[in-house]
């Protein structure tokens, strides 16, 4: 069974929005975050978030993208406004049960989803 499992990608155009959700199955993680990965390119930190709900971001997203998380439903989201092309990527949850930096050291990785913005 994936550990975590992304939903609500799609293609959009540029300066609109979407949101993405991470399930964890049925089971809490300290950090969860997002990472991308556009075509030819590195994967790349987005945002993280804590158990305690705090929060960090890529430079490249911050006051376009929001990070929350609902314990009860083990679930972490990703809202995404004003987006841009240069944010077409493929977008993965990961998750941590371990406390520590949001920008590395995840053990479980879902399967990704596209994103697309056209411009």
């Known amino acids: 069974q994936v550990p975590v499992v992304e939903s609500g990608g799609g293609l959009v155009q540029a300066g609109g929005s979407l949101r993405l959700s991470c399930a964890a199955s049925?089971?809490?993680?300290?950090?969860m975050g997002w990472f991308r990965q556009a075509p030819g390119k590195e994967r790349e930190f987005v945002a993280g978030i804590s158990w305690s709900s705090s929060t960090g971001y890529a430079d490249s997203v911050k006051g376009r993208f929001t990070i929350t998380r609902d314990n009860a439903k083990s679930t972490v989201y990703l809202q995404m406004n004003s987006l841009k092309p240069e944010d077409t990527a493929v977008y993965y949850c990961?998750?941590?049960?371990?406390?520590?930096?949001?920008?590395?050291?995840?053990?479980?990785w879902g399967q990704g989803t596209q994103v697309t913005v056209s411009s």
């Open positions: 049925g089971r809490t993680f300290n950090r």
């Open positions: 990961t998750a941590s049960a371990r406390r520590g930096s949001f920008v590395s050291g995840y053990e479980y």
